[in-house]
């Protein structure tokens, strides 16, 4: 969910709630299919997102919902919470 909010909101995502259904299980080295999705941006600096991870293509295991607040690359930065190399990652996704 971090990652559709990074690309589709251009902002860092910090988890404020999460309820997490878990359907079938997922082992460790299995290849698996994940999707994000934004559900409602609820203001300036919240959002709700939904995920979902698959395997086999088409079997889900695992459902997420929460609620995030939002922030900028440039207040991440300022209240140094993640370190600088991490931001530069995101290449040009995020303005620092």
Not at 59 to 79: D, E
Request: charged share 25%; proline share 3%; hydrophobic share 45%.
């Amino acid at each position: 969910m971090n990652w559709s909010a990074i690309y589709n909101l251009r902002h860092i995502v910090m988890t404020k709630t999460m309820t997490v259904d878990f359907f079938k299980p997922v082992y460790v080295g299995e290849e698996l299919g994940v999707e994000g999705r934004v559900i409602e941006q609820a203001g300036k600096r919240e959002v709700i997102m939904e995920g979902q991870i698959y395997k086999n293509d088409d079997i889900l295991c695992v459902q997420a919902r929460g609620t995030f607040a939002m922030f900028t690359a440039k207040a991440v930065k300022k209240m140094n919470i993640m370190p600088p190399e991490v931001l530069e990652g995101f290449g040009g996704l995020l303005e620092l």
